[in-house]
């Protein structure tokens, strides 16, 4: 950006008098000729340079804010002003190797800026747009070359250049808008750095969705009360359990459980105490089974356990082993005296009492019932 600037600023201050002196080609033609040529191979040298520049770290903005190093270009382009009017009132002015010397001089620059851009493949858009104005400038200058003053050809180069440079200002002022800062553009540090933050952001959002998708699959797939899997959640997974043990021929075991009488509790001690019984129930239950194992609440008192791999006399035993344990619990809710609580247990085996889902709970239903 910066060779960008002082390629634009090198043609103001060396075309300036090129405008200035057109009341003076009646006079001297060449203080009026010899300004363009020379304003349009500064500006393709340094835009060169530029190019040569890019990609490469940028400076520090102490070293970009430094006007001593503005105000010495600035002072190297008055020097070239001068030097092209000594040239214009030297005997050599008229010699066609000046003027053809500059003019072949932006010709060339133009044209390695083109085959640098082509070689090093750079696409992005601003440098799109940079490439298809240098390749302009390129051809205006061939066309100055070829023109004599006030020809048509002359009028058409002048068209060609200024086409050329509107389009690079166009896209550079569009950089600006899109970055709100020409500094942005500038360096190369500081969009890096602004693209990984927002990187960063971006994936920082990330994870906070999926922490919230994770917290509602959760929410979705449990009891809010005692924390054990809801029915829908406990349905998809002894669906999942069914296809296992049908593919791998391993045994499948329910139970179905039920707090007896607890509608006896919630009448006489109140809903906060038989919250908390069934909340404590849950606790047992996990404390008893395996960590694979799974507790579902299926219904208000009514709760189910799946017990992949068990056969129905290992299942027996579990329910066995969470039936006494419940029955020698004294559930400790805060109130006194402490609640005592017992179970009904209902157990079956996928594919002794059923190839269904249907088929299994309906018969440790049953067994439920009939305990």
Known sequence: MRWLTLGFLAFVLIYTLHGAFTGMAQRNIWL??????????????LLFVGLLSYNLPSDGLEKRSDTRAWLTWIGLFFTIDLAVALVAYSPYAGHPVVRLSMEGGALLFSALNVAVLLMRRIHSPLMLVFGVSVAWF??????????????????????????????????????????????????????T?????????????????????????????????TGAGNRRHFIEHIGAEIARARRTGAPLSLLSLDLDHFKDINDSRGHSVGDEVLRVF????????????????????????????????????????????????????????????????GVSEFGRDGDTLDGILNVADQRLYRA
Request: aromatic content about 10%.
């Open 282 to 345: 849950v606790r047992k239950c996990l404390d008893a089974i395996r960590p694979y194992d799974s507790v579902a609440r299926v219904g208000g008192e009514e709760f189910m356990v799946l017990l992949p791999g068990a056969t129905l006399d290992a299942a027996g035993a579990v329910a066995e082993r969470l039936r006494s344990a419940i029955e020698r619990t004294a559930f400790d809710v805060g109130a006194e005296p402490s609640v005592s609580v017992t179970i009904s247990v």
């Open 138 to 191: 390129a051809l205006s200058s061939l066309a100055f070359i070829l023109a004599a003053p006030w020809n048509h050809m002359w009028w058409l180069a002048h068209a060609i250049f200024a086409g050329g440079f509107l389009l690079l200002s166009y896209g550079v002022v569009q950089a600006f808008r899109t970055t709100q800062s020409f500094a942005t553009i500038y360096s190369q540090e500081e969009m």
């Open 32 to 45: 009026f000729l010899l300004y363009g040529p020379a304003s349009r191979l500064a500006m393709s040298i």
């Open 193 to 225: 750095a602004r693209l990984a933050k927002s990187m960063a952001d971006t994936q920082k959002a990330l994870q906070q969705v999926q922490l919230s998708n994770q917290r509602l699959e959760r929410l979705a797939a449990t009891d809010p009360l």
